[in-house]
């Protein structure tokens, strides 16, 4: 019975910390975004461990399912006035927001074929739409991302 309640104890602590972190995010976007971009950095550089071990491909499906959710995810938290912090997001994001929405489309199609080339079991399919990705994202911060 006393495990049982430290247990719960230690799971209802942990969700407290979680919905903190959420509640965190929603009124910080830019602190969003950054927790944002790094979850889908993390996904690239998983991607990108199986390509370098040579597969198997399968396993860089869910990688990139997640790197398209969450760039879906990105255009969203850019309201007006986030601009302002301690962010690197140019103001050209907010005077040229349709090519700024442009550019994160361009970055979840992108996502959407690499995870196609990697449900194909083709190793070199998934190289090329994992480098077609990442120049998604290099474009994008190019224009949108202070250096």
């Known amino acids: 019975m006393r495990k049982g309640l430290i247990v719960g104890a230690i799971g209802l602590a942990l969700s407290g910390a979680l919905v903190g972190t959420v509640l965190a995010q929603a009124t910080d976007p830019i602190a969003a975004r950054k927790d944002n971009r790094k979850q ?8 990108k461990g199986i390509i370098d071990a040579k597969g198997p ?3 860089a499906v869910a990688h990139a399912a997640k790197i398209k959710e969450l760039t879906v995810a990105h255009a969203k938290l850019y309201p007006k ?3 302002k912090g301690d962010t690197k997001a140019l103001p050209v994001i907010w005077t040229e927001w349709a090519a700024f929405e442009a550019a994160n489309t361009a970055s979840a199609n992108a996502a959407d074929a690499m995870a196609a080339a990697a449900g194909s079991g083709k190793m070199d399919a ?3 739409a994992f480098g077609a990705t990442g120049k998604t994202c290099g474009s994008c911060h190019t ?3 202070a250096k």
């Open 81 to 83: 006035g986030s601009d």
């Open 57 to 59: 491909t399968a396993g």
């Open 126 to 128: 998934l190289a090329a």
């Open 143 to 145: 224009k949108f991302r």
């Open 40 to 47: 889908a950095g993390a996904a690239m550089k998983a991607i």
